[in-house]
Nanobody
Framework: HVQLVESGGGSVQAGGSLRLSCTAPGYNYDTYCMGWFRQSPGKEREGIAVIDSDGDTAYTDSMKGRFTISRGSAENTLTLEMRSLKFEDTAMYFC??????????????????WGKGTQVTVS
């Protein structure tokens, strides 16, 4: 059972940047498709970006350009770089994983394993 742990959230002013990380302690997720999602109160969980074991990526159109997903197998870490943050980026950000040799769709129901989330607040 994969356990995912997010970190790096916090409060930032509009226009600022944050770097989120997701780790899977003691687990090798090389064969997993990994993704970042976010959810604001009263809204559905929204896909941001996904990356497969080959490093292929896919982004929700509205996230392209400001968000960058990456993964480092040596450190077993998934990263989300966020730039030019806006008030509407305020949300709980989640890391997700699903065994797959290829990219999975950016739909929350496609992923079985989730972290507990890290809060990002933009003011």
């Amino acid at each position: 059972h994969v356990q995912l742990v997010e970190s790096g959230g916090g409060s930032v002013q509009a226009g600022g940047s944050l770097r989120l990380s997701c780790t899977a302690p003691g687990y090798n997720y090389d064969t997993y498709c990994m993704g970042w999602f976010r959810q604001s109160p009263g809204k559905e969980r929204e896909g941001i970006a996904v990356i497969d074991s080959d490093g292929d990526t896919a982004y929700t159109d509205s996230m392209k350009g400001r968000f960058t997903i990456s993964r480092g197998s040596a450190e077993n870490t998934l990263t989300l770089e966020m730039r030019s943050l806006k008030f509407e980026d305020t949300a709980m950000y989640f890391c997700a994983a699903e065994p797959s040799p290829v990219l999975k769709p950016l739909e929350a129901y496609e992923y079985r394993f989730w972290g507990k989330g890290t809060q990002v607040t933009v003011s």
